[in-house]
């Protein structure tokens, strides 16, 4: 018997006040099997944070390998924004940069870094990196159940979430994929 997905309600409050938005969300996202909490939360926060106009989820779901985990349109369908979740290959960041701008949210940056290392990605140093701490993650995950409400402010780089009147913080670091220094 083949195992379902989890269904995972969300209401957010957010405040991005690094970008200057602040609106009421409610999504629901579907968590894979084969999917972690630690991946499934990454990629629920990287909703929330690049949230704009046009944004959905990838309606093929994990499998899908031509489609952005999370993805931007604009007003006539076309692809603005490739958000990408973990540590996608350098083949997959070389092809979604060719087609749109992109942003990866990982909570393993080494491990993206292991898989990109050498490799021929289009536009690399416009590729942006958003590390989240995996330890913030976890801790987040202990909180979340199948239904969960949260308050979440981004300001000067920092990330707080609060989930039944705890408060969680975190810095989130921003690189690109260009070779370091």
Known sequence: MALTATVHHFEVSLSDVDR????????????????????????????????????????GGLSSTDEAPIAIRDATGLL??????????????????????????THDLAQLRRQTEGQNVHKAETVEIWAIDPSF??????????????????????????????????????TTLAPEA
Do not use: N
Not at 21 to 36: G, I, K, M, W
């Open 20 to 59: 200057g938005v602040y609106t009421s969300l409610d999504f629901r996202v579907a968590q894979h099997p084969s999917e972690t909490t630690r991946w499934m939360l990454t990629r629920t926060l990287a909703y929330c944070l690049a949230y704009e106009d046009g944004i959905a989820f990838s309606k």
């Open 137 to 174: 993650l976890d801790a987040l995950a202990a909180k979340v159940g199948r239904r969960a409400r949260l308050e979440l402010t981004r300001t000067d780089g920092c990330l707080y979430v609060t989930i039944d009147g705890d408060t969680l913080e975190t810095t989130l670091t921003k």
């Open 80 to 105: 603005v924004w490739w958000i990408d979740v973990g540590a996608p290959s350098a083949e997959r960041l070389h092809r979604a940069s060719k087609a749109a701008r992109v942003a990866v949210y």
